[in-house]
C-alpha cells in the first residue's frame, strides 16, 4: 500500500480558491492512478477527480469540472487538487486515495478500486 497524508483545507469564503495537496511515500507511487473524493456531513463518500499514473486523463465529477483540477508530481510524490470558486456545497472532509493496480491508462472513478486512503482533510466553504 501507499501511505497518503493530505494537506492544505481549510475555512474560505465562497468563490475563494484552495489548493490540496496529497503526499504520497511507500510502493511505487508514480505507477499508480490517483483520485481524491470528499465526504459531507450525512452524506456519502463521493467521487471529485482522478489522474493517471502518467497525467495523461483525468475525470471530473459534473459537479466541479471547469472549477477544479487534479494534477500530479512524480518527481515529488505529490497529488493536487486546485479548487477555484467554491461554492457553500463544496464544504466536506476530502480525501486522497491510490488505485491498487499499476499502469492503468484510464482514470479511476470507483472508489472500491483504490485501496490505500489517507486520513482526509476539511475543507469549509461559507456563504
Known amino acids: 500500500q501507499v501511505a497518503l497524508v493530505e494537506s492544505g483545507g481549510g475555512l474560505v469564503q465562497a468563490g475563494g480558491s484552495l489548493t490540496l495537496s496529497c503526499a504520497a511515500s511507500?510502493?511505487?507511487?508514480?505507477?499508480?492512478?490517483m483520485g481524491w473524493f470528499r465526504q459531507a456531513p450525512g452524506k456519502e463518500r463521493e467521487f471529485v477527480a482522478a489522474?493517471?499514473?502518467?497525467?495523461?486523463?483525468?475525470s471530473y465529477t459534473d459537479s466541479v469540472k471547469g472549477r477544479f483540477t487534479i494534477s500530479r508530481d512524480n518527481t515529488k510524490n505529490l497529488v493536487y487538487l486546485q479548487m477555484n470558486s467554491l461554492k457553500p456545497e463544496d464544504t466536506a472532509v476530502y480525501y486522497c486515495?491510490?488505485?491498487?493496480?499499476?499502469?492503468?491508462?484510464?482514470?479511476?472513478?470507483?472508489?472500491?478500486?483504490?485501496?490505500?486512503w489517507g486520513q482526509g482533510t476539511q475543507v469549509t466553504v461559507s456563504s
Open positions: 486515495a491510490a488505485d491498487r493496480t499499476q499502469l492503468r491508462n484510464i482514470p479511476v472513478v470507483d472508489a472500491t478500486r483504490y485501496d490505500s
Open positions: 511507500g510502493r511505487t507511487f508514480s505507477r499508480n492512478a
Open positions: 489522474i493517471t499514473w502518467s497525467s495523461s486523463r483525468t
